[in-house]
Nanobody
């Protein structure tokens, strides 16, 4: 069983940056693909980015390409989401999720964190 805890959310202005962290406990992240999702008020959960267990392969949803960067430090059992040039439409609860696997995928994750709120004011 993998437990995930997100941190780093907050209230920022448009154009600012934030770095989210997803820390795993219970077992090592090694061998697990990790992804970030988000859910805005009144909307469904949306895939944001994913990273392979080695960190060599990543995938992003189109709306964040060039602004967000996903990375991981397996020695620290932590995955990061660096968010730059934030926009009001990035406002959402951000969740990290993980599953066994090698290649990053956009769905079918088994373990989820509780989420961290990101609010971007205009």
């Amino acid at each position: 069983q993998v437990q995930l805890v997100e941190s780093g959310g907050g209230l920022v202005q448009a154009g600012d940056s934030l770095r989210l962290s997803c820390a795993a406990s219970g077992r090592s992240f090694s061998g697990y693909v990790v992804a970030w999702f988000r859910q805005a008020p009144g909307k469904g959960r949306e895939f944001v980015a994913a990273i392979s267990w080695s960190g060599a392969s990543t995938v992003y949803t189109d709306s964040v390409k060039g602004r967000f960067t996903i990375s991981r430090d397996n020695a620290k059992n932590t995955v990061y989401l660096q968010m730059n040039s934030l926009k009001p439409e990035d406002t959402a609860v951000y969740y990290c999720a993980t599953k066994l696997g090698t290649a990053p995928v956009r769905s079918n994750y088994n373990y989820w964190g509780q989420g961290t709120q990101v609010t971007v004011s205009s």
